[in-house]
């Protein structure tokens, strides 16, 4: 009796071992289905912006880099040669040069679009215009971030990079080293066949990887529109953002930073103060620069000029590493700092996310950043193309070869919680999956050829 118990024993965890392994490979399968050419993309895209500032030195040579002269003109100086040049445009940032050899940056609103001027800081000389939108990096951002479509296409690319995740987690537990095989985790099978030299590939590049992926999608969701919101929103409440108390008595808008200026994610909704009117008279770019530097802002700071009569001067800079960033809201009239955001000033949560942020980008430490993150994007490319392969050699033919459902229901339950607390999580997660069973439930089971396709 005690053999017979224990045999049954055996062969309901080998059910259910057996059935959990299929409904890890269905969701495995769909979400790599689905998603596959957006990792591609975002994996794409992401390589080449690791390498932002090598491609944009070479690019825009001609605008960046002069020769050093002996005595600059003042930014006043340089900003009415620019108003002279384009007398209708609207002067909005100036960036002063950060090395003799680099030119001085002014921004411009001309018939309703965003451009940057580059001038010559020693001789005035205009060195050309370039609109902000059609930049080569603002571009690679805008198909990285939201695939060039707005709001539509930013949702798009976190529900991928979200469901990147579950990808990552069914990927493991179905390619786990089990036994004393090497083969996937060693070892490549080259000789045995397309797909089985595929499904290794797969398997060892998703393992060895997977640390590196999940890293680089961690620290790339702050910057996503919904989540990200989230995200500070809960930092700003548990004061593990930026410190609420910080500017007592300062009169706020309910205007965010990120709408008056590019600032650190630490700042993005940071209420942007209001200069307090005492006078007519406003103070002057040179002394907004002046501020900046006896605060020993990082050098490559940029000045937002003030919006409207209550507008600040805002001040920004992003540095190589997080710890040298800055945001300064300076009054327009009296040349108070109304407000001065360091990297110290951070919470706990806001600093690891900036930690995080220059490690995604790839500029926390140097070339070495930049190639870790190369061999990850290229890596995520290989494991997205070779699933794909492998899925396109077993199909069976006029089919989509979905992996079979799990016989056992408790196995399906378990799975379903597993899929809840993903959900829970990850919002945008939980919205698709409701998306999901809908479809299943109004369309695909009353449509007994489409069940048949996707079996």
């Not at 259910?16 to 794409?44: Q, V």
């Not at 959900?423 to 050829?449: E, Q, T």
Request: proline share 5%.
């Amino acid at each position: 009796m005690e053999s017979s118990y224990t045999n049954n024993g055996t062969a309901m965890k080998e059910s259910i071992y057996k059935d959990m392994y299929k409904a890890m490979w269905r969701w495995h399968f769909y979400a790599g289905i689905i998603f596959a050419p957006f990792l591609i993309m975002l994996a794409i895209t992401g390589a080449i912006y690791l390498f932002k500032p090598q491609i944009e030195s070479f690019l825009y040579k001609d605008y960046y880099y002069i020769e050093q002269g002996k005595h600059e003109l003042s930014p006043s100086e340089l900003v009415k040669k620019v108003v002279d040049h384009y007398p209708n445009a609207t002067i909005t940032r100036y960036r002063p040069s950060d090395a003799p050899n680099r030119s001085t940056e002014v921004g411009i609103v001309q018939d309703s679009e965003a451009y940057t001027v580059f001038i010559n800081p020693y001789n005035g000389q205009l060195l050309g215009k370039l609109k902000d939108q059609s930049e080569f990096m603002n571009v690679i951002v805008k198909i990285h971030g939201e695939l060039m479509t707005g709001t539509i296409g930013d949702r798009l690319v976190e529900l991928a990079a979200c469901w990147a995740v579950i990808l990552l987690v069914t990927g493991l537990y179905l390619w786990w080293p089990r036994g004393n095989s090497l083969y996937g985790i060693l070892k490549i099978r080259f000789k045995q066949g397309k797909r089985i030299m595929w499904k290794d590939i797969h398997s060892m590049l998703g393992i060895w990887l997977s640390v590196f992926i999940l890293l680089l999608i961690v620290t790339g969701l702050p910057w996503a529109e919904f989540i990200g919101d989230k995200i500070n929103r809960i930092a700003t409440a548990t004061q593990s953002g930026y410190p609420s108390g910080l500017w007592d008595d300062i009169p706020e808008s309910v205007v965010p930073t990120k709408s008056v200026a590019k600032v650190p994610w630490a700042a993005k909704n940071m209420p942007v103060p209001q200069s307090k009117q005492n006078g007519t008279s406003t103070i002057s770019l040179e002394q907004v620069i002046d501020i900046a530097k006896e605060r020993n802002v990082y050098p490559g700071f940029e000045v937002n000029f003030p919006e409207g009569e209550k507008g600040v001067y805002t001040v920004s800079v992003f540095p190589t590493l997080p710890q040298d960033q800055a945001t300064l809201h300076i009054d327009q009239y009296s040349g108070k700092v109304l407000a001065d955001l360091r990297f110290k000033d951070y919470g706990w949560m806001a600093k690891m996310i900036e930690i995080g942020i220059a490690l995604h980008e790839g500029r926390y430490f140097g070339l070495v950043n930049q190639m870790i993150g190369l061999i990850t994007c290229l890596g995520l490319v290989m494991i997205a193309y070779s699933g794909v392969v492998m899925w396109w050699k077993r199909r069976p033919q006029r089919k989509l070869g979905t992996p079979p459902l799990p016989e056992n229901k408790k196995t399906m339950r378990i799975v379903a919680a597993i899929m809840v607390v993903f959900g829970v999580m990850m919002p945008l997660v939980g919205l698709s999956l409701m998306i999901v069973f809908l479809v299943d439930w109004l369309i695909v089971k009353r449509i007994p050829k489409l069940q048949l396709w996707l079996s």
